[in-house]
């Protein structure tokens, strides 16, 4: 139990385009979703807390208008690039609190490895 | 604000040897801490976390991290050290509310045969 996922693993694209990636909990409902960026040999960064039926939290220095955050269902939040630049080249991870479980847990995606050329 | 420091961003032991990995949190309140693994071009995996209750706690795979409030520290061992324990390693902290978890800078863990 306890799984979530992340589409696309892996996207390339042409800078000044938008990414769309989903991450989805499978067999469980979450209220609460976060996302994360990783850099290269560097820790995890929280980017923004994403709520169910409600607007995003972002954490100090996230531009939220390039990063758009939808979490339309109890299942699924989406994070969208916004024209991406090379410098948004980076491993992109989910995490969601299980709603009908202990919330002092998080679980993770797989996580999204983005590409701007 | 909370906070984990992660002392050593590269440890490398022997297989058959003791892991430790070492874990210090400052925290205004009392903390959550975990452990996560991270695979390579993977996502991370929770190893063992502490919630307030026992001090000593057992996680998967044979690693287990004892909470010591005097010294601030949530440090991660495993008695013998196995090639597939190979990974990066991080200490993160968050509130009772599991709001705002914070991670570590990481520690990369190489097994020598």
């Known amino acids: 139990g306890a799984v979530v996922s992340q589409h696309p693993s892996r996207v390339i694209c042409k800078s000044g385009t938008s990414v769309k990636i989903e991450c989805r909990s499978l067999?469980?409902?979450?209220?609460?979703m976060f996302w994360y960026r990783q850099f290269p040999k560097q820790s995890l960064m929280l980017m923004a807390t994403?709520?169910?039926?409600?607007?995003?939290?972002?954490e100090q220095g996230v531009e939220k208008d390039k990063f758009l955050i939808n979490h339309a269902s109890l299942t699924l939040s989406t994070l969208t690039v916004t024209s991406a630049h090379p410098e948004d080249s980076s491993f992109y991870i989910c995490?969601?609190?299980?709603?009908?479980?202990?919330?002092?847990?998080?679980?993770f995606g797989p996580g999204t490895r983005l590409t701007v050329l | 604000a909370q906070s984990v420091t992660q002392l050593g961003s590269h440890v490398s032991v022997s297989e058959g040897a003791l892991v430790l990995l070492r874990c210090n949190y400052s925290?205004?309140?009392?903390?959550?801490l975990f452990w996560y693994v991270q695979y390579p071009n993977q996502g991370l995996q929770l190893l063992l976390k502490?919630?307030?209750?026992?001090?000593l706690v057992k996680g998967i795979n044979g690693f287990e991290a004892e909470f010591k409030k005097s010294e601030t520290s949530f440090h991660l061992t495993k008695p013998s050290a196995h090639m597939s324990d190979a990974a990066e390693y991080f200490c993160?902290?968050?509130?009772?509310?599991?709001?705002?978890?914070?991670f570590g800078a990481g520690t990369r863990l190489t097994v020598k045969p």
């Open positions: 994403s709520n169910e039926g409600s607007k995003a939290t972002y």
């Open positions: 995490s969601a609190r299980d709603n009908g479980r202990s919330t002092d847990t998080q679980y």
């Open positions: 993160a902290v968050s509130d009772l509310n599991n709001n705002d978890m914070r």
């Open positions: 067999d469980f409902q979450a209220t609460t």
């Open positions: 502490y919630t307030s209750a026992a001090t």
């Open positions: 925290s205004s309140v009392p903390p959550y």
